[in-house]
């Protein structure tokens, strides 16, 4: 397999997931068992055909099927790991990105929904959770076993001289600032959830189900179709304002709405066991009303003619008025958190971004545009920094690109030595139409006593 295939395949599991969820009720086979951990003939299926269509050389299924159980064995190991923890919160925050994204590439819901085989928004994000919930795990694990792994310059400078056929080419790629206001959302408006959800509390405390209200009226992605509940709930796997609320309740007892970044809540305890619940809730969001829209456009819409009209910078307006306070610091810089820097694949951005974007020139600011920015509507502007146009790559213009690719290298290497130090005491078990695969790892080496 070649090297580009292998480095872009370390969490092949991960990636994929991030791209294409697969609905589990095709499944052909196991392929293989690692701990607890189940690799489906799908999940192999899916990544060999992904990277035959963007143009691998690739002739068995044998290094996926090697990669998604490496991927697997640190989800499983992860889980075991007192250290690591992953908080429903954290889920559900990286899984409405994913959608997010999804929507935005795709134009809408509808299309989404189309493309993956899903009825509704719910059903797809309740099944793809499950997935987003493990590469976290994966993702953590691995960075405790590669931490630390970095390449000097003269180690970059080899590995590009070693692999530079096998490096891809630079597609176009772009620098870009933003500047996002959210619509306020009046006392009103506002006040009108608080009251719905009061009247769904006096329903169910009058002999409603709760479960059925959750169906029928939650937002949260989570557990609306599971009828709000959530199980083995600890201190600090929700927000601290649902932990100070649900931990205060009596079990049976339905709490009074409300607010935190998600929405306005209402929360019932179903059983407590020390400090362990299992309890259900119903969110709603709030939603600005096309008015408020209209005015937190305007708005940014002066604020663009200032930036405009040379009255004042990009980074001064960033500073002064964008409700992103991870970026306003930043001159509203945007870094892509898939390579630690700030370059982004021109195509690859979400549409609403990418047609801000098109035909300015570096320096432009975009016009005023409606988005989804950290799971609320969002106005947004951007100025495009710097435009990089497509090219073979070389050294001297992608130094940090090879850097990245070299540790990952090193990396993998370090993975993989981890990996055979844990075979021998995880039960593992290969397929056998993989019988015959000559892995870089002996999965199935005689377990240790």
């Keep these: 397999m070649l090297l580009l ?50 143009g691998m050389q690739v002739d068995n299924k044998c290094d996926f099927l090697n990669d998604i159980m490496l991927d697997k064995m640190l989800v499983d190991k992860a889980k075991q790991d007192t250290l690591i923890k992953v908080t429903q919160d954290e889920v559900n925050r990286q899984l409405n990105l994913q959608v997010d994204g999804w929507v ?25 959770k499950y997935i987003v919930e493990d590469n976290i795990y994966a993702r953590q694990k691995r960075e405790m076993v590669v931490k630390g792994a970095d390449a000097t310059p003269e180690e970059v400078r080899l590995f590009f001289e070693k692999h530079k056929t096998e490096l891809p080419d630079v597609k176009d790629e772009v620098s870009i600032s933003h500047i996002v206001l959210f619509p306020q959302v009046s006392e009103d408006n506002q006040q009108k959830i608080i009251d719905q959800l009061k009247e769904i509390k006096k329903e169910v405390e009058e002999g409603a189900s709760f479960a059925t209200k959750a169906i029928l ?58 400090q362990e619940l299992d309890l259900r809730h119903i969110l709603i969001t709030t939603k600005p009303t096309e008015e408020e829209i209209k005015e937190t456009t305007n708005k940014l819409d002066s604020i663009r003619l200032l930036i405009n009209d040379g009255k004042m910078t990009f980074k001064e307006a960033a500073l002064k008025f964008s409700d992103d306070k991870y970026t306003k610091y930043n001159s509203g810089n945007l870094m892509n958190q898939s390579s630690g820097d700030d370059r982004f694949e021109k195509i690859s951005l979400p549409l609403p971004m990418f047609t801000a974007i098109t035909n300015l020139h570096e320096g432009d600011v975009s016009q005023v545009f409606e988005d989804d920015f950290d799971n609320k509507k969002a106005l947004r502007i951007l100025e495009l920094d710097r435009f ?26 370090l993975l993989l030595d981890w990996v055979k130090r844990q075979v021998g005491d995880a039960y593992i078990k290969i397929g056998k139409e993989y019988q015959t695969c000559n892995f870089p790892i002996d999965w199935e080496k005689k377990q240790v006593k």
Aim: glycine content about 8%.
């Design 217 to 274: 009226y939650s937002e949260d992605p989570g557990s609306a179709s599971n009828g709000g509940e959530y199980k083995k709930v600890i201190r600090g796997k929700m927000v601290k304002e649902f932990d100070a609320v649900a931990f205060n309740l009596q079990e049976g007892e339905i709490s009074e709405p409300f607010k935190t970044d998600f929405g306005y809540h209402i929360i019932k305890l179903d059983k407590r066991r020390g």
């Design 388 to 413: 990089y146009p497509e090219h073979k790559i070389n050294y001297e213009d992608d130094y940090y690109r090879i850097q990245k690719f070299a540790v990952q290298d090193k990396e993998r290497t």
């Design 5 to 54: 295939a292998t480095l872009f395949t370390v969490n092949t599991f991960a990636q994929t997931a991030k791209q294409t969820p697969q609905r589990l009720v095709k499944v052909d086979g196991i392929a293989a068992v690692v701990g607890n951990q189940i690799v489906l003939e799908s999940d192999v299926d899916r990544d060999f055909l992904m990277s035959k269509q963007q």
């Design 104 to 128: 935005a590439q795709a134009g809408g819901e509808k299309q989404v929904l189309d493309f993956f085989g899903f009825r509704t928004m719910a059903e797809m994000k309740n099944e793809t």
